[in-house]
């Protein structure tokens, strides 16, 4: 079956650290995988995204980084600022349904002053 | 307002009776996705809809569910005969194929 799954459900960072966020996916034919952030009382939003003929891609302060060998996502943000407090979702699209997105459990980010 | 609005925000109901969820998706996108969220989980795919036609439904928990987009833009899930388990943050998405844009949500509760 599907399943995609994060390694651990909460992380609390220093302001100004990195922050690196896992993910891990047992669905081999998944070829499109999204990280989103949803803070307090909204819906999730896009933050970026990778296709499985890449291993990495980079945004603004953010890099994700797809390991197909062992079924592996992680999100890495740089600096970390308070903004980025939030829960964040690693998510993936199967082949077989192309427009059916599925969701991990979530990790909840914490940045302290 | 650009966004995704689903309307109402709130819903209290009591167990036994039906309820309709809207949402109103970013003008001119095709696909529009329905998605049942618990505390702390990722959203849970129930169905979606490119333009007016429903495309998967697969998520949809039973046969008390249902969606329809009838004219391809607004977009209404149903849920008959509630029970207290369809308790959730029920999510609407729109998109033009790629990434997805969502709603604040309904919080329904089942009494």
């Known amino acids: 079956g599907e399943s995609v799954g994060l390694h651990l459900p909460t992380l609390s960072v220093q302001e100004g650290d990195n922050s690196i966020i896992n993910c891990a996916y047992s669905n081999s034919a998944s070829d499109y995988f999204i990280w989103y952030k949803q803070e307090s009382g909204k819906g999730p939003q896009f933050i970026i995204d990778i296709r499985s003929n890449m291993d990495k891609r980079q945004g603004q302060r953010v890099t994700v980084l797809l390991n197909k060998t062992v079924k592996h996502l992680s999100l890495q943000i740089a600096a970390t600022q308070p903004g980025d407090s939030a829960v964040y979702f690693c998510a993936e699209k199967a082949q077989t349904s192309y427009d059916k997105v599925i969701f991990g459990p979530g990790t909840s980010l914490s940045v302290i002053p | 307002g650009a966004g995704v609005s689903q309307s109402p925000r709130y819903k209290v109901t009591k167990r036994g009776q039906d309820v309709a969820l809207r949402c109103d998706p970013i003008?001119?996108?095709?696909?529009l996705y329905w998605y049942r969220q618990a505390l702390g989980q990722g959203p849970e795919f129930l169905t979606y809809?490119?333009?007016?036609?429903?495309?998967?439904k697969s998520g949809l928990p039973n046969d008390r569910f249902s969606a329809e987009r009838p004219e391809g833009s607004i977009s209404t899930l149903t849920i008959q005969r509630t029970e207290q388990r369809d308790s959730a943050m029920y999510r609407c998405?729109?998109?033009?194929?790629?990434?997805?844009?969502f709603g604040p949500g309904t919080r329904l509760t089942v009494t």
């Open positions: 998405a729109s998109s033009l194929g790629g990434e997805q844009y």
């Open positions: 809809f490119n333009y007016e036609a429903q495309q998967d």
């Open positions: 003008s001119g996108h095709v696909s």
